[in-house]
C-alpha cells in the first residue's frame, strides 16, 4: 500500500505528508507507554487504531528486543517480537512503518574500552540524552555497527508497508561529563573556566586525528585540551572541532550505507536543533553531509512558534529543507512537539510552520506519554494521551489539525517551496573559528545566522541557508547571500567560492561587527565586492540594512501581508501556490482584517483551516483574511 520517494510517502500511488508519531520509540529501559506486567499487546492494538482515526498514516517504533551473534554460524540474528507484532498490526490499521534501528550503542561482541573520553581522560557520563556513546573509531563497535544495522534493516524489510528506517537518534557528542548534562555552566571568574569538558580524546580518536593531520599535509599536532586564551591562535581548536564533525557524519552515513546495501528502505536521522545554538561545534552535527549521506533529512524540534522564538524554530526547519534541496531530496520533522500540557494552538503552529518549509513529513513525540517507572526520566511529559489512556488538554484541536492535513495532503505533498533567491551563508570553519572563543552560552558566528534570518524573513522573503561549496552549481538560485562573519572568519576556499559567486553576477554582503566612525547603532552589512578603507575617519559610506540589500539586487516578496503577527512562506504545485500563515502573537490574539497582497496574477483564493473553508475576493491584487486563530493556509489557483 505504501511506499517512499525521495522523501514522499505514496499511498497507493498518490503523494501524502507523512503524519504520524511515535510509539515505543526509546531504548531507555525506562522509557514505555505500558509497563512491563501490563496488558501491551491488548494496549497496542487499541492505540494504533486510535492513531488510525486521528488521521495519521505513519508510526515510528524503536527495534526493541535482542540482537546477537551466534557463535556456531557467526550470523547476526534478530529476535524483536513485539516491534514485529506492532508493525504488522499498524499495517493492518493502514499505518506505514518507519523503524529506529540502533539504540546507544551497538555492541553485540562485548567490546569493552570503548566510551568517549573528555579532555580530562574520563569517561562520558551515561546519561539517558547522551546518545552517541562510543568513540567513533573504535574498530570493535564500527564492526557490531555496521553488521546489526544490516541484519536490521534486512529483517524488517520483511515487515509489511514498512518505509524507512532511522540511524540512531538525536545524534551529538557529549555536552558535558560529570553527573548529568544538566550540570551549570562554570561562572566566568571561575579559576576553571578554560576547563572545557570536550569529546571526544579516546585513543582511538586521538590516532585518526593524528592520521587525518598527515593524510592533509597539516604538521604533526595533538588535539588541543582548552580553548585558546583570546592572544592564542584559533585555528588548533577549530581543526580539532571540525575533525570530530566530519568523523560524526561520516560514521552516520556509513551507517546508513550498510542499511541500504541490505534492504531498499529510506534512511534518515533525528538531527537535533543544534545549528541553531551556541554548542554546535561541540555538538558536532552537519545537516548538510547529513543530506549526502542518506535520502531524508531529518530534525528533531521543540521550539516555541510565538514571538522572536519563531525565527529560531524556522532557521532549523528552513536549513534542514535547504540541505535536502541542495541533494535533490525532502526534510522531514520526526519528533514535533506533542508535549501533554502544552497549549492546543501550539500543533497548529507548528505543523503550519513545517508545511511551510517544505517539509514532507511530521511526526509528532508521541502517542502515548511514558508511563511513571521507577526510572523513567520524564514521565507523561509527551503524548497525545496519558499513559493512563487520558487525553491530554490539545488532544481533541490537535486531532482537528491531522484531519485537515490529510484533506489537503496530496497538493502539500506535490508542491515545493518557493524560492526568493536570497540566501544566509553557513560556515563551519567560521562557527568553529567563532566556538574557540566563544562564551559559554553564545556562538557570535549562529547569533549573527539567527539575526541575519530573522531580518530577512521580517521582509517577507523566503530564506535558504547554504554553504559556499554549493554557489558553484546554485542549485537553489540563490542572487543574494548574506555572510554572518567578517571575511576573514571563512575558511580561504569559502572565500574564493564566494569571490567566484560575485564574478558570475550574484550579490554578497557580509555582516559589520562595528560600524563606519563611533556610529551608535553598530552592524549593518557591507557588499563583499567593496572594500573597507583601512582608515574608518575617511569612510563616509554606511553599512546598509537587509531591506537596502534585497532592494538593491531587485528582489521582493512574493506576498505581503498587513499583519506583522502573520508570518508567510509559500509552495508552489502545478496549477496553484499555498501561501501557508502562522499567527505569531505572542499573547495568542486573534488577527482579523489583515489583507494579503499578491505580485503575481491569480484566479482564485480560498483561506482554509482545520475549522472550515472561506472563498475571497481577488480586488486589485489583494485579498482580506477573514479572523485567523493559530494560522491557516491561503489556496491561490492560477
Known amino acids: 500500500m505504501y511506499t517512499l520517494q525521495n522523501g514522499i510517502l505514496f499511498r497507493a500511488g498518490v503523494p501524502q505528508i507523512a503524519l504520524g508519531t511515535s510509539y515505543y520509540p526509546s531504548f531507555h529501559e525506562g522509557k514505555f507507554p505500558v509497563p512491563p506486567e501490563g496488558d501491551r499487546a491488548g494496549e497496542m492494538r487499541k492505540d494504533l487504531r486510535a492513531m488510525r482515526d486521528a488521521g495519521m498514516n505513519i508510526v515510528r517504533v524503536a527495534a526493541l528486543g535482542d540482537v546477537s551473534l551466534d557463535a556456531q554460524t557467526g550470523e547476526v540474528r534478530v529476535d524483536t517480537p513485539f516491534i514485529d507484532d506492532t508493525l504488522a498490526e499498524a499495517a493492518r490499521n493502514g499505518l506505514a512503518g518507519f523503524v529506529r534501528l540502533q539504540g546507544y550503542v551497538m555492541n553485540f561482541r562485548g567490546n569493552t574500552d570503548y566510551l568517549m573520553r573528555n579532555e580530562r581522560d574520563e569517561e562520558m557520563a551515561l546519561d539517558w540524552s547522551a546518545f552517541m556513546q562510543s568513540s567513533l573509531f573504535h574498530q570493535g563497535i564500527l564492526r557490531d555497527n555496521l553488521e546489526a544495522t544490516a541484519a536490521l534493516a534486512e529483517h524488517y524489510a520483511r515487515m509489511p508497508d514498512v518505509v524507512a528506517y532511522q540511524m540512531y537518534n538525536e545524534p551529538h557528542y557529549p555536552y558535558r561529563s560529570g553527573d548529568s548534562l544538566r550540570n551549570p555552566p562554570m561562572a566566568p571568574d571561575s579559576p576553571n573556566q578554560r576547563r572545557q569538558e570536550t569529546f571526544d580524546y579516546h585513543p582511538a580518536t586521538l590516532a585518526a586525528y593524528r592520521a587525518w593531520r598527515a593524510c592533509e599535509g597539516l604538521p604533526p599536532a595533538e588535539p588541543p585540551r582548552n580553548r585558546p586564551l583570546p592572544d592564542e591562535p584559533a585555528e588548533p581548536w577549530a581543526e580539532w572541532r571540525l575533525f570530530n564533525m566530519r568523523a560524526m557524519s561520516r560514521f552516520l552515513n556509513d551507517t546508513a550505507r550498510a542499511s541500504r546495501k541490505a ?4 534512511t534518515m536521522t533525528c538531527m537535533t536543533t543544534a545549528p541553531a545554538c551556541p554548542n554546535v561545534m561541540g555538538a558536532g552535527i552537519n545537516y548538510f553531509d547529513n543530506a549526502e549521506g542518506m535520502e531524508v533529512v531529518g530534525i528533531t524540534s521543540y521550539t516555541h512558534l510565538e514571538g522572536v522564538e519563531y525565527y529560531t524554530a524556522c532557521y532549523t526547519y528552513d536549513m534542514a529543507e535547504s540541505a535536502a534541496a541542495l541533494c535533490g531530496k525532502h526534510a522531514w520533522i ?11 494552538r501550539k500543533l497548529h503552529e507548528q505543523t503550519y510552520a513545517l508545511l511551510g518549509a517544505g517539509h514532507k513529513g ?31 488538554g490539545h488532544y481533541d484541536r490537535s486531532l482537528d489539525m491531522l484531519r485537515f492535513v490529510g484533506k489537503h495532503s496530496a497538493r502539500l505533498a506535490s508542491a515545493e517551496k518557493a524560492r526568493c533567491g536570497v540566501a544566509v551563508l553557513h560556515s563551519d570553519h567560521a562557527e568553529a573559528y567563532a566556538d574557540a572563543y566563544r562564551a559559554e552560552d553564545r556562538n557570535a558566528v549562529v547569533a549573527d545566522a539567527l539575526r541575519a534570518y530573522r531580518e530577512l524573513r521580517s521582509e517577507g522573503v523566503s530564506v535558504d541557508i547554504v554553504e559556499a561549496r554549493h554557489l558553484a552549481e546554485n542549485r537553489l538560485g540563490v542572487r543574494a547571500l548574506f555572510i554572518p562573519c567578517q571575511p576573514h572568519m571563512l575558511s580561504e576556499t569559502e572565500r574564493a567560492q564566494v569571490d567566484a559567486f560575485c564574478q558570475g553576477g550574484g550579490s554578497a ?15 549593518g552589512w557591507w557588499d563583499w565586492t567593496s572594500e573597507r578603507l583601512p582608515d574608518l575617519t575617511s569612510e563616509f559610506r554606511s553599512a546598509i540594512e537587509a531591506a537596502d540589500a534585497l532592494e538593491a539586487v531587485g528582489i521582493a516578496p512574493p506576498v505581503r501581508v498587513s499583519s506583522r ?38 484566479g482564485g483564493a480560498v483561506f482554509v483551516t482545520p475549522d472550515g473553508e472561506t472563498p475571497l475576493d481577488i480586488v486589485h491584487g489583494a485579498v482580506t483574511l477573514p479572523t485567523v486563530a493559530e494560522g491557516g493556509m491561503l489556496i491561490l489557483e492560477e
Open 263 to 266: 534492504a531498499p528502505q529510506e
Open 334 to 344: 520526526i519528533e514535533s512537539d506533542a508535549r501533554t500540557q502544552m497549549p492546543a
Open 362 to 392: 511530521i511526526l509528532y513525540y508521541e502517542w502515548r506519554g511514558d508511563y511513571p517507572y521507577h526510572n523513567t526520566p520524564l514521565p507523561d511529559n509527551c503524548g497525545f494521551i496519558y499513559s493512563d489512556g487520558r487525553k491530554a
Open 509 to 523: 554582503y557580509y555582516l559589520l561587527s562595528q560600524s563606519t566612525f563611533g556610529a551608535t547603532c553598530p552592524g
Open 565 to 602: 503577527h502573520l508570518k508567510v512562506q509559500m509552495l508552489a504545485g502545478d496549477g496553484y501556490r499555498l501561501a501557508i500563515l502562522v499567527n505569531t502573537d505572542p499573547v495568542r490574539r486573534d488577527v482579523t482584517g489583515a489583507r494579503v497582497t499578491l505580485s503575481f496574477p491569480a
